[in-house]
């Protein structure tokens, strides 16, 4: 077991919320007139476009913050939400920040054309893409270890903002994200 610290119960009930979380997905990815062939290995993968890749971005966001010793949320709404024009300009000249605001961004507008379309392919969808973009912000951003003090609070705003739309996104969906994976 990754987390032999956890006790067995919270161990169970984080393996249920993957597995619920890779079914539901699994099942919503799909446009309705597609034909669908249920494969468990498939679904429950931790790469590509299934729900745990999206549950582990999740937590990824939120392990930055536990490191850090910050609230998401909190960071979220009082720092991510007073971002100012002048700090997304300074800061969003990397395309990939840009695409990846961009991409947070759309979540609401994605949820009402789903609720207008009954179509929950397209959210799965956008989860996907949304994940995989704050996957690679991961990768390419030491964040905790940004010298640069306004830098780095962009970048942490940069993954408040992900994670509150990730979170938003897949609890439309049904999905929960565990605290740990």
Not at 88 to 108: Q, R, Y
């Amino acid at each position: 077991s990754r987390h032999p610290e956890l006790a067995e119960s919270e161990r169970q009930k984080i393996s249920e919320q993957i597995a619920i979380g890779a079914l539901r997905y699994f099942m919503l990815k799909y446009t309705k007139p597609s034909v669908i062939a249920f494969d468990f290995k498939d679904a429950l993968s931790f790469e590509g476009e299934t729900g745990p890749y999206a549950q582990y971005a999740v937590v990824r966001a939120s392990n930055i913050f536990r490191k850090g010793g910050l609230d998401p949320n909190a960071f979220c709404r009082d720092v991510a939400s007073n971002v100012s024009a002048e700090e997304l300009t300074k800061f969003l000249g990397d395309n990939d920040l840009w695409e990846l605001w961009l991409s947070a961004s759309k979540t609401a507008y994605i949820i009402d054309q789903c609720i207008a379309t009954t179509e929950p392919a397209y959210l799965a969808k956008h989860v996907f893409q949304l994940a995989q973009l704050f996957n690679t912000f991961y990768h390419r951003y030491p964040i905790l270890s940004e010298a640069d003090e306004s830098r780095k609070r962009f970048l942490l705003a940069t993954a408040a903002v992900v994670r509150r739309e990730l979170t938003r996104a897949l609890g439309v969906m049904g999905i929960q994200v565990p605290p740990v994976m």
